[in-house]
């Protein structure tokens, strides 16, 4: 949906979904701003924190949020974002739990615990806004598949595994890829990416950073201790604070909200450079930017990078 078509009374009213599932009437632990006199977002949006971030490209992905917290986790926010289709705004429920639990801490079951309450009722939150026709991802997938473009003729250019546990992100995704040509297989957490790996090697993984059962990280770093797979591209995407260690087994990431231009670039950027090398063809160059240009939540700064210390496989 168009920004200038989103009203006081749709935020109005996915404020007071998002509260009665995160809170079932009790008071909420996060202070809720007075949104009864704002007409459209653009009276609300002064009232939200501005996480806009402009990638590395220029290309700028506008999210705002209310960080409304819930009723066992203060931090969860309600996004009004711009992601992946230029213009087109939707609602969704930010869990903002990514917060890095060492192996052997005592709190990891309880931690564990946490975010997958926190999955469950983003869900049901986002499940209710789309039944009362407040636009969600679910609404986003219609729209591409609405104005899909058809694959190009020929075979496709190469194989893209998916790796999210949103399926509307995942289908999403797979519909702006597919228009581009690519064939893409989809998986919903870490296990299951692994074990598409094992029935097949594509050309490229994209992988969620923060999923449930298996972190995207260690997902990565089971693909590089393989003899058979250590080879593919990994391309993150994620919305949390990302220290660049500990994504070194990485060939690139993408800092969500991003663009439909911003992703086909890394793709075709990476899934392109393997197959080159595959064909026997030298690899392109990576770019190799600046420690700056590798943002990990500036805001106005570019986001999304190909980082030079994952350029060569370790031998």
């Given amino acids: 949906m168009n920004l200038r078509d989103v009203t006081g009374g749709m935020l109005r009213e996915a404020v007071a979904i998002y509260l009665e599932e995160a809170y079932g009437g009790a008071k909420p632990r996060r202070r809720v ?3 009864s006199q704002a007409a ?3 009276d609300a949006l002064p009232l939200m924190e501005d996480e806009s971030r402009r990638h590395a490209d220029g290309q700028r992905a506008r999210r705002w949020v209310l960080r409304l917290g819930n009723s066992r986790y203060p931090n969860m926010k309600l996004a009004l974002e711009e992601y992946l289709l230029a213009g087109e705004f939707v609602f969704t429920v930010d869990t903002h739990d990514e917060a890095v639990v060492l192996p052997g801490d005592p709190d990891a079951a309880a931690w564990g615990e946490i975010r997958r309450w926190n999955l469950a009722l983003k869900r049901r939150i986002e499940e209710r806004w789309r039944r009362s026709g407040l636009p969600t991802y679910a609404a986003l997938k219609e729209i591409l598949a609405r104005a899909a473009v ?3 003729p020929g075979p496709p250019r190469g194989t893209v595994l998916v790796v999210d546990d949103e399926p509307d992100i995942a289908d999403t995704v797979e519909a702006i890829l597919a228009a581009d040509g690519w064939a893409v297989r989809k998986a919903g957490d870490g296990p299951e990416a692994l074990e598409a790996l094992r029935r097949g090697r594509p050309d490229l993984v994209l992988m969620d950073y923060e999923m449930p059962r298996m972190k995207g990280t260690e997902v990565c770093a089971r693909i590089r201790r393989s003899r058979t797979d ?4 990994i391309l993150l995407a994620t919305a949390a604070m990302v220290d660049l260690a500990a994504i070194a087994d990485a060939d690139g990431f993408l800092v969500k909200p991003y663009q439909r ?3 086909l670039s890394f793709v075709g950027h990476l899934a392109g450079r393997r197959k080159g090398a595959a064909a026997g063809a030298p690899a392109a160059p990576p770019r190799r ?3 700056a240009a590798i943002r990990r939540r500036g805001r106005g700064g570019p986001v999304g990078s190909v980082p030079s210390s994952t350029d060569t496989d370790e031998e």
């Fill in 33 to 35: 701003p007075d949104l």
């Fill in 150 to 152: 058809a694959r190009p």
């Fill in 289 to 291: 930017p600046g420690r």
């Fill in 230 to 233: 250590r080879d593919i591209p």
């Fill in 261 to 263: 231009g911003v992703l």
């Fill in 40 to 42: 459209s977002a653009s």
